[in-house]
């Protein structure tokens, strides 16, 4: 794509922001039939995570009724049909799954049809057992013996449903459609040992994810307590930037808790071992994970306060040009109790040459940046696009002067790897922490997808001598491997290469 369709691109999107901006679904506003905080009453009978196309959730906390878990969100695609699922220690119960379509902030819910027909405009879209008028179904039509069963069938989003953000009702409850559950005495959604977790579901279209795929993902769903996937992610190293002054080591700054990533910057209680005044958290995923070109989203929420400093950004993966040569992506960064989102570049012609403006390369917002919000990236070959719950808000262009790129001006050619970090200022731009608060950014996931490779684009790549060893490396059972053009399997790629890897293309260039 040329700067001049990326700028056209942007003029668009802030001219249809309805499309994408809009204000989050509010759990209060949607009927629960029992008091929320109610206990549960039966330990045979208890649901755990919710599952949606692979995508586990755990349940907040499976010692309630009812857990308002709309600090999670599904993603999905408008038109596709998936399948859900639920960790649930008991039968003799079923699903019902809800989904507030026209955002009126209700369930508007008819009883099934005959065989478990379910109308378009119903927003109980799938259900896993129900007594029906002619017998006992489930939502995809099947005749059910009894209704012991509690996995529910795959159902399809509504094609025409507009991109966006959706509150859905997970609910475990006997022979009821009612979204805010059973409670006649006969047959309590409490007495039964039932459920209702609200959630949220993110709505996009096939022109916005056209051609992408998942490559990456940490939904930060572990144990609580427990530190972050090493296979994904380890600590940063202290240095002497602000960021990464003080960083630490310790599970104390950074953990996974309620399902997601919890940095800290925290007083130091021990300056004899460690002279600093205060220990913050960082994690990265350079020599484990990196990539170039692809659309990236991290959802987080920090808790602004003096000196607050956090950020979810990129940095070129080794070997490569020092800083600011090789380029630096800041996806979102927020200071102090600022409610607002800065999104930047670096590069040596940014920083040193002092071209801020040509192009324009550091952009804000106003956010409330202490509750969820999806920050995102969408990296391509000419362009850096960022954006805020689905709505650009900024488009940084690779320049089409010759000179411009020859003091540095796109190095934005090679892979990055992504950090997470909570910090604090040092009184330049955020101000000077205050040493005896600790400060917190939670990050909820990051999701990392590239563009798909046509599968003849990839073959014709590949020369006829070496094609049917090349075809078999990229089979399900290879598709991890890392070939070269002439067919060859390898375990590095050299640099001004051209390779097929996990069955995309990959251009690997030195240096300018």
Not at 142 to 150: A, D, K, M, W
Not at 166 to 174: A, E, N, P
Not at 214 to 237: I, N
Not at 270 to 277: A, I, K, M, R, Y
Request: glycine fraction near 8%; charge should be negative; proline fraction near 6%.
């Amino acid at each position: 794509m040329k700067p001049k369709m990326l700028s056209l691109l942007f003029a668009l999107c802030c001219l249809c922001t309805e499309t994408y901006a809009q204000d989050l679904p509010q759990a209060a506003s949607y009927t629960v039939n029992f008091d929320r905080s109610t206990p549960r009453t039966r330990n045979d009978r208890t649901l755990t995570a919710i599952v949606l196309d692979g995508t586990s959730m755990a349940v907040a906390d499976p010692s309630k009724m009812y857990n308002d878990m709309t600090n999670k969100m599904f993603t999905v695609k408008a038109g596709t049909k998936v399948q859900p699922s639920v960790a649930f220690s008991g039968q003799w119960m079923q699903t019902y799954i809800y989904i507030d379509l026209n955002g009126n902030g209700q369930m508007d819910v008819q009883k099934p049809g005959p065989s478990g027909l379910l109308e378009p405009e119903n927003e109980l879209v799938c259900f896993s057992g129900m007594e029906l008028d002619n017998g006992l179904f489930n939502s995809a039509g099947q005749n059910l013996n009894n209704l012991s069963g509690v996995q529910p069938p795959a159902f399809t989003i509504p094609e025409d449903l507009e991109p966006g953000v959706y509150m859905m009702r997970w609910k475990i409850d006997w022979n009821s459609c009612d979204p805010g559950g059973r409670v006649d005495e006969a047959n309590s959604i409490i007495k039964n040992g039932g459920a209702i977790v609200d959630v949220l579901l993110k709505v996009t279209d096939d022109v916005a994810d056209d051609g992408y795929e998942l490559v990456f993902s940490d939904e930060f769903d572990q144990p609580d307590g427990s530190l972050p996937d090493p296979k994904k992610w380890h600590a940063s190293t202290r240095r002497n930037a602000t960021w990464n002054r003080w960083i630490s080591k310790s599970p104390e700054v950074a953990y996974i808790q309620d399902g997601a990533l919890v940095c800290r910057a925290i007083p130091n209680s021990n300056t004899s071992t460690d002279n600093v005044p205060m220990l913050t958290g960082a994690v990265e995923t350079s020599g484990l994970f990196s990539f170039t070109y692809g659309k990236v989203e991290v959802r987080l929420r920090t808790n602004p306060h003096t000196g607050n400093f956090p950020a979810a950004w990129m940095m070129p993966q080794p070997p490569c040009a020092t800083w600011p040569n090789a380029g630096e992506i800041d996806i979102f960064e927020s200071i102090d109790k600022q409610q607002t989102a800065y999104h930047t570049i670096h590069s040596h012609w940014t920083y040193d040459l002092g071209h801020k403006n040509e192009p324009k390369s550091s952009f804000s917002e106003w956010v409330d940046v202490s509750q969820w919000h999806i920050y995102g990236l969408e990296w391509l070959e000419d362009g850096l696009l960022f954006s805020v719950d689905g709505k650009v808000v900024a488009v940084y262009n690779r320049s089409t002067d010759d000179n411009a790129l020859s003091q540095g001006q796109w190095p934005f050619d090679h892979p990055f790897y992504l950090i997470l970090n909570q910090s604090v200022g040092n009184g330049s731009w955020a101000s000077k922490p205050d040493t005896g608060h600790t400060y917190e950014t939670r990050f909820d996931y990051v999701r990392v997808y590239q563009k798909r490779a046509e599968q003849d684009g990839i073959e014709n790549l590949l020369t006829e001598e070496h094609n049917a060893e090349s075809k078999q490396a990229l089979s399900n059972e290879g598709r991890n491997a890392t070939i070269d053009l002439s067919g060859k399997q390898i375990k590095r790629m050299k640099a001004n290469g051209l390779y097929i890897h996990n069955g995309r293309k990959v251009v690997v260039r030195s240096e300018r």
